[in-house]
Structures are given as structure tokens and as C-alpha cells.
């Protein structure tokens, strides 16, 4: 079977490149995607469909279930992916929140001059129609993702004592988190719509799936990317135990910051050294397939809280703050939010009592300037890969977090919050005063903010770990694409699902116009 392109992953950006490649009806796509599909809104488990309780959707059925190292004193951190069609935009917090214009002016600066601030505008707006903002120069009205922000009258106690206590503290109050110039506390943007979490296979995949030259095959592993010499010329996939060979004239990785370079170094494409260790035959020497792995480290102040609990699919998830960290020169590199135990960012290793009411002050740094790595541990692809994310090597990194932390502390114990909260649980008093303890704090009880980018940068040729150019075309090879998270040169300051339909938006533009 030989289709045009054959997509890998039918994630955020999988969905939004399958479906845009597929508007031309003389293009055959095949997308592959490892997880189950529901092509059928009515059969869509409650799990991918409910967005207001994350954590049941992220750690649910529909899960990679990956661990990672993050720190010496953790080393064994879940890491949930999505796994099913729309990947993790199936599970996800639902925030749809751009990264600011000096992320992709600092990506065009690194010799990506097609991705800067003014170039990927058009792709943001393209992509959304923002129910409140739509149609100006910074937001789009007719795209496939809906955006809507909470209006204040649907707050819950906790959003409007949060509000308070920022505007307190003199930070700005913002209305649209997602304009050029925005900072302070905000209601979020989210893609939910009457609870329903409005994924990219909803957004996307629905829209053109009547098309006879898309195929949309669900719980089809795709095991390697097959050359001929150095061309990619199809991919050797397995589905229910049985293995077969799909051709095409390109293939598009987008299986995610995790297993988009997994799959290129079981293909051949990565760090020779370590392929051949592996007894991988090398095709592209490609030091840089799984280097530079970029996350937004998080830690939460976590409290007991008065009254009783919100309903389990209570809307939680309706402001932040977006904040420059004292003494930082990088904007806008911390935000803080707070969470509820339904948050996908509820502390994993806390022994919670289903019973009582908790309330935390989550901390996600933004730019940090730490970075991780993965590399195989099997050449089997069911095995995951070992994640090394690496996090506060950097000292201005923990600094950057305790103060964060104790600016949650200073804002959730004042009176904006004297009715919700009972009492702190962690961290204590004593680590609170003191750098070296509240360290030692963070290393124990940080997480992942949920945003793995980086693991297959973009970047010119005078980059050595650069893995695609900006065209997201694999380099050293012909006939293979990347495009997903793993392709940010750094992750943006800001939740990455927005950027990375932008980038799936952008690859499909690219593949159209034959560059
Ligand atoms: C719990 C959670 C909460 C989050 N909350 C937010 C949020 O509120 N806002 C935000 O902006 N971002 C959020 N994110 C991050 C955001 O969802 C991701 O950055 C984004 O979805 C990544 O898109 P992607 O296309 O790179 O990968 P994914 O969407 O993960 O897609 C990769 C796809 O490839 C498939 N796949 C993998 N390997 C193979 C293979 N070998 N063969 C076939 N298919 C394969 C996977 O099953 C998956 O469907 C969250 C993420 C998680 C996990």
C-alpha cells in the first residue's frame, strides 16, 4: 500500500497536519496513531471527553504511563501522554495559551527566521476561533479550535480569592492572556466547551474524516521508519500482533516529544555512538535526536482546605498569573495558579484523603534554563525510553522556584484566602526559611508542568544538535519530516498546545507548498 504521506501520531499536531494535508482531495494521508480512535463523538470515553477533571483523563485509561527521572531524589515520576487519537490534547488541562513574542523572536534568531513572532501570528489565529476575542489582529475567528475564557460571574471561591490576592500583591489585572503584550493575573483560555474537552481529533479529525483520501487507523504501532539508502520510504507498523509495511512518498513524525525521537533512533537517525551501542544500524549520525529535552518544572504549596470539596467535574481550571520573577531578566518566566486536587498537577506522591477538601499554589517555571535527555533503554519500541529530565542544575532555576513559592505562600495567607484555607501542609515553616531546605524541598516534591518539548529541535546547520531544519525536514535524510513539540529549539513560556497546532498548522503549509 503507497498513500502520499503517511502521519505518525495522531496527536495535536498529527491531527491538524492529517486533516489540513487531506483538503486536497488528490493527496492520499494515512495517519497512524498507537492509541485507540472514537470516530464517534457519541461513543467518546467519559475520560477524553470530560475536560474539567484532568487528573481523571490524564492518569485514566487513555495513558502512556511513562516514568521519569527528574531529580536525584525522584526518579520514578509519572509522566502521562495521551494515547489515543487527539494524544495528549485528549487528556489535557484544556488551557489554550500562546508562548510570547520574544519565544519565537529568539527561535528566529537562532536561524529559524520563518518561525518569528510575525510569522507564526497568522498560524495562531488561523487555528482558533476565540469566542471572546476573535476577529482582531491577535485572534482568530474562523478556526478549527474553539477558546473561550471563563467569565467571572462562573468563578468558583478559590479563582476569585486568587484574582484578590494577586491585584493585592499589585500584580496587573490582564483580560486575554494571549495578546502580544500580556502580563498579570488572567481568567485562562481554554478549549472546553460545556465540559467537553475540545481535542484535536474533535477539532480536527472530525472535520474530515468523510474523505476518502484520509485513512485514520487507530491502535497501529508504528515500530520503525524504513530507507532506502537515505531516503524514508514507508514505515514497518504493527497492528493486533501481526506486522506489515506501509509506503509513501514522506512521512511525518508527530508522535510527540517523547516518541518522535525514539522512533527516529530505532529507524537509524540519532547519536551514532548510542545506536550502535544499542546494535541500531546507523542511517543519519543525529547527536542531537533526544538531547535538549525541555519541560516547565512545578512544585505546589499544597493546604488543607474548609468546606467541602468541589463537585468532581466542577470547572477548577479558570486563572493564573503570569509573572517576571524578581531579579530575572527573561519576562514572563513563572506562572502560578491555583490548583485543585481534580488538577492534573495535584502533587502525585501526596497521600490525599478522598474525603477531605485540599487547595494548592502551584508554581511553573517557565524558562528554565536546565535541560534533559532521553535515550533508548530497548531497541524494543513497546519499551519506553529512558527520561532524563534533569531538573534544577541550574541554581537561578531553584531560585527562581523558591521565590515563586513563596510568593504563593505570602498570597494564600492573607485574607483573600482566610475562608478557603485550614492549614499548610507542605512545605513547613522551616523550610519556607531557608534556601537550602526549600531546595531540598523542591528536588523532593517538584513535577513536570506536562509541557516535554525540545527532544528534536530545529535549528540551522551550523547547530550541531539540531535535528530538522526549519522546514521541520529531518536532515542528513530525505523524505521525513518531524513535526510536534520535540521540534521548539526551547519551550515557549506558556502551556505548548497552542504552539504545537501552530507548528502542525505550519508543517502542512510547508508540505502544500512543496518547500
Ligand atoms: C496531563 C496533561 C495536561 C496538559 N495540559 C495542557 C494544557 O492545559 N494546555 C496546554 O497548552 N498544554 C497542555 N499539555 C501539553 C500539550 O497537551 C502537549 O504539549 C501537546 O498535546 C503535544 O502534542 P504533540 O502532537 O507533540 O504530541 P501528542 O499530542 O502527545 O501526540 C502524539 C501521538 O502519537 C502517538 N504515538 C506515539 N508513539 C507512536 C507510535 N510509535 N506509533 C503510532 N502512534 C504513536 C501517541 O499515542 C499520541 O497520540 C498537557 C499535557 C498533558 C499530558
Not at 508504528?222 to 497492528?239: C, K, Q, T
Not at 509495511?245 to 512521512?251: G, K, L, N
Request: glycine share 10%; net charge negative.
Amino acid at each position: 500500500m503507497k498513500y502520499d504521506v503517511i502521519v505518525v501520531g495522531g496527536g495535536s499536531a498529527g491531527c491538524t497536519i492529517a486533516s489540513r494535508l487531506s483538503e486536497d482531495p488528490d493527496r492520499s494521508v494515512l495517519l497512524l496513531e498507537a492509541g485507540p480512535d472514537y470516530p464517534d463523538f457519541e461513543h467518546l470515553p467519559e475520560d477524553l471527553k470530560m475536560g474539567n477533571n484532568v487528573w481523571l483523563s490524564a492518569y485514566g485509561p487513555h495513558n502512556w504511563g511513562y516514568t521519569a527521572k527528574i531529580t536525584e531524589d525522584q526518579t520514578e515520576l509519572v509522566i502521562p501522554r495521551g494515547k489515543a487519537t487527539g494524544g495528549s490534547s485528549a487528556v489535557n488541562g484544556q488551557v489554550l495559551f500562546r508562548g510570547i513574542p520574544e519565544d519565537y523572536d529568539r527561535w528566529a534568531e537562532w536561524g529559524n527566521d520563518e518561525w518569528s513572532f510575525t510569522s507564526v501570528l497568522p498560524y495562531f489565529n488561523k487555528l482558533e476561533t476565540d469566542l471572546d476575542f476573535g476577529g482582531d489582529d491577535f485572534h482568530g475567528s474562523d478556526g478549527p479550535v474553539p477558546v473561550r475564557r471563563v467569565p467571572r460571574t462562573e468563578w468558583l471561591p478559590h479563582s476569585v480569592a486568587f484574582e484578590r490576592a494577586c491585584l493585592d500583591e499589585g500584580f496587573p489585572r490582564d483580560e486575554d492572556q494571549n495578546h502580544p503584550e500580556s502580563t498579570g493575573v488572567s481568567p485562562r483560555a481554554r478549549n472546553t466547551i460545556d465540559g467537553v474537552r475540545m481535542s484535536m481529533a474533535i477539532n480536527y479529525l472530525d472535520i474530515a474524516r468523510h474523505r476518502l483520501n484520509l485513512t485514520v487507523r487507530g491502535s497501529v504501532t508504528a515500530r520503525r521508519i524504513l530507507f532506502d539508502g537515505n531516503r524514508a520510504v514507508g514505515i514497518e507498523a504493527e497492528s493486533g500482533g501481526e506486522v506489515f509495511t506501509v509506503e509513501a512518498d514522506e512521512i511525518i513524525v508527530s508522535s510527540g516529544a517523547g516518541a518522535s525521537p525514539q522512533l527516529l533512533m530505532l529507524s537509524g537517525v540519532g547519536p551514532a555512538e548510542h545506536l550502535r551501542s544499542m546494535g541500531i544500524p546507523v542511517v543519519h549520525d543525529s547527536p542531537g535526536v533526544g538531547k535538549n529535552l525541555r519541560d516547565h518544572p512545578a512544585a505546589s504549596v499544597l493546604y488543607l482546605a474548609k468546606g467541602e470539596k468541589p463537585d468532581v467535574q466542577a470547572p477548577v481550571i479558570q486563572v493564573g498569573l503570569r509573572y517576571t520573577v524578581e531579579g530575572s531578566d527573561l519576562r514572563n518566566d513563572m506562572q502560578l495558579s491555583p490548583n485543585l486536587m481534580t488538577s492534573e498537577h495535584r502533587p502525585a506522591h501526596v497521600q490525599i484523603d478522598e474525603d477531605l477538601n485540599y487547595v494548592g499554589m502551584g508554581a511553573s517555571l517557565q524558562l528554565a534554563l536546565g535541560q534533559g535527555e532521553l535515550t533508548l533503554q530497548s531497541t524494543d519500541p513497546h519499551v519506553q525510553p529512558n527520561l532524563n529530565y534533569n531538573y534544577y542544575q541550574e541554581p537561578e532555576d531553584l531560585r527562581r522556584m523558591r521565590e515563586a513559592i513563596r510568593l504563593g505562600v505570602r498570597m494564600a495567607e492573607k485574607p483573600p484566602f482566610s475562608d478557603l484555607i485550614e492549614e499548610r501542609l507542605m512545605p513547613s515553616d522551616e523550610e519556607l526559611a531557608s534556601d537550602e531546605l526549600l531546595d531540598d524541598w523542591l528536588r523532593k516534591n517538584s513535577g513536570t508542568s506536562h509541557h516535554v518539548s525540545g527532544t528534536c529541535k530545529m535549528g540551522p546547520d551550523s547547530d550541531p544538535l539540531a535535528v530538522v531544519d526549519q522546514h521541520l525536514k529531518v536532515k542528513g535524510v530525505q523524505g521525513l519530516r518531524v513535526a510536534d513539540a520535540s521540534i521548539m529549539p526551547d519551550c515557549i513560556r506558556a502551556n505548548t498546545n497552542a504552539t504545537t497546532i501552530m507548528i502542525g498548522e505550519k508543517c502542512a503549509d510547508y508540505v502544500k507548498d512543496g518547500r
